[in-house]
């Protein structure tokens, strides 16, 4: 598979809101997977490895949430 460059401009409010989004999709997504039959034996220090493994687009979640934190966090140290 190829890799696929993602290039996008936002002003910092939908920045941090689309952080908020994509923290939220997160937390929703793994907490479903997280508790599912399929992974009650998977010992808890395998099991988010195995989670990503199987479930591809939280890989890209996570990704695109560490880029916009690095770039918001001088952004945010700035206003506090």
């Known amino acids: 598979m190829s890799k696929i460059t993602l290039q996008i401009e936002l002003d910092e409010l939908q920045a941090k809101h689309y952080l908020q989004w994509l923290c939220s999709q997160y937390n929703l997504t793994m907490a479903d997977v997280w ?26 979640i996570c990704r695109t949430r560490k880029a916009l934190e690095q770039l918001l966090g001088p952004v945010s140290e700035r206003a506090q």
């Open 35 to 60: 508790y599912s039959d399929r992974y009650r034996n998977v010992p808890t220090g395998e099991r988010g490895p195995k989670v990503l493994a199987d479930v591809p687009h939280l890989q890209g």
